[in-house]
């Protein structure tokens, strides 16, 4: 079993910064890849990022390229993913999940964290 706990998010102000953070836990030999997603009230859960542990292929959503960045730390098994220029519409809560590949399927991750909320003020 693996564990992922996500941490950061917070209530900005349009135009601000945050950093989540992703960690993961127990038998993390069996992942190579993290992923975010968010959704929003009354929405479908949908794909942010991802990257994969070995090489370092990272993935955006039309809506947070040029605005994000996701990273990671190996030997901690920890994702980061920094978001920049938010808009009120990056308003969600924002889950963090694991698996094999960093695909923007959420059918291709095995592990969820419990999310974190993010509410961007205009």
């Known amino acids: 079993q693996v564990q992922v706990v996500e941490s950061g998010g917070d209530l900005v102000q349009a135009g601000g910064s945050l950093r989540l953070s992703c960690a993961a836990s127990?038998?993390?030999?069996?992942?190579?890849?993290m992923g975010w997603f968010r959704q929003a009230p009354g929405k479908e859960r949908e794909f942010v990022s991802s990257i994969s542990w070995t090489g370092g292929n990272t993935y955006y959503a039309d809506s947070v390229k040029g605005r994000s960045t996701i990273s990671r730390d190996n030997a901690k098994n920890t994702v980061f993913l920094l978001m920049n220029s938010l808009k009120p519409e990056d308003t969600a809560v924002y889950y963090c999940?694991?698996?094999?590949?960093?695909?923007?399927?959420?059918?291709?991750?095995?592990?969820w964290g419990q999310g974190t909320q993010v509410t961007v003020s205009s």
């Open positions: 127990g038998d993390t030999i069996c992942i190579s890849a």
């Open positions: 999940a694991a698996g094999r590949f960093p695909l923007r399927t959420k059918t291709s991750y095995d592990y």
